[in-house]
């Protein structure tokens, strides 16, 4: 059972870095593709990115110029850096496995990030 | 980029109702399609992929059909745990969600 865990600063100013990490508890990353969703208040499901071992990332066009992604493999976790956040940021952050069949079978629980002075 | 529009919005159905939900891609996306429940507070949950194939442990109530740019998702018997949001999501050009499809209670 893959389990993940997101963790983070749950208040970040405007336009300073949203920076969340995931944990996930599996015998090896490898292998798998590590996604970052979010999900504003009310609204529909956004994919922002993923990352893979090896370091190779595909981002959402809309958030590209944004946002870095990175993977510790030593520590089995992956991270998000979203840059010039603003108000239209603030949604539930989740991470997620993307694995051979390419959706995302296993999801952390999810961190609230509120963008607000 | 590639649009998905979900109908209904919202859906009001009876336990034991046959529930079908439909999404509509703006392009097609040949089979590249999955279908997620989400419960209120909670992440979403994978139901199918590649627009019919269960997931591991989904009831078989739940199927999906369609390819190119239409798709659906029923739910044969409707169950007390059935009340949630759905959404489509597809993955042959990036990755993006539909609006969601909220199932309640009639």
């Known amino acids: 059972q893959v389990q993940l865990q997101e963790s983070g600063p749950g208040l970040v100013k405007p336009s300073e870095t949203l920076s969340l990490s995931c944990a996930v508890s599996?015998?090896?990353?490898?292998?798998?593709?590590w996604s970052w969703i979010r999900q504003p208040a009310g609204k529909r499901l956004e994919w922002i990115g993923r990352i893979n071992t090896s370091g190779s990332t595909s981002y959402n066009p809309s958030l590209k110029s944004r946002v870095t992604m990175s993977v510790d493999t030593t520590n089995n976790q992956f991270s998000l850096r979203l840059s010039s956040v603003t108000a239209a940021d603030t949604a539930v952050y989740y991470c997620?496995?993307?694995?051979?069949?390419?959706?995302?079978?296993?999801w952390g629980q999810g961190t609230l990030v509120t963008v607000s002075s | 980029d590639i649009q998905m529009t979900q109908s209904p919005s919202t859906l009001s159905a009876s336990v034991g109702d046959r529930v079908t939900i439909t999404c509509r891609a703006s392009?097609?996306?040949?089979?590249?399609l999955a279908w997620y429940q989400q419960k209120p507070g909670k992440a979403p949950k994978l139901l199918i992929y590649k627009a019919s194939t269960l997931e591991s442990g989904v009831p078989s109530r739940f199927s999906g059909s369609g390819s190119g740019t239409e798709f659906t998702l029923t739910i044969s018997s409707l169950q007390p745990d059935d009340f949630a949001t759905y959404y489509c999501q597809q993955y042959d050009s990036s990755r993006t969600f539909g609006q969601g499809t909220k199932v309640e209670i009639k």
């Open positions: 997620a496995r993307e694995h051979k069949t390419m959706v995302l079978d296993y």
């Open positions: 599996v015998g090896s990353i490898s292998g798998s593709f």
């Open positions: 392009q097609s996306i040949s089979s590249w």
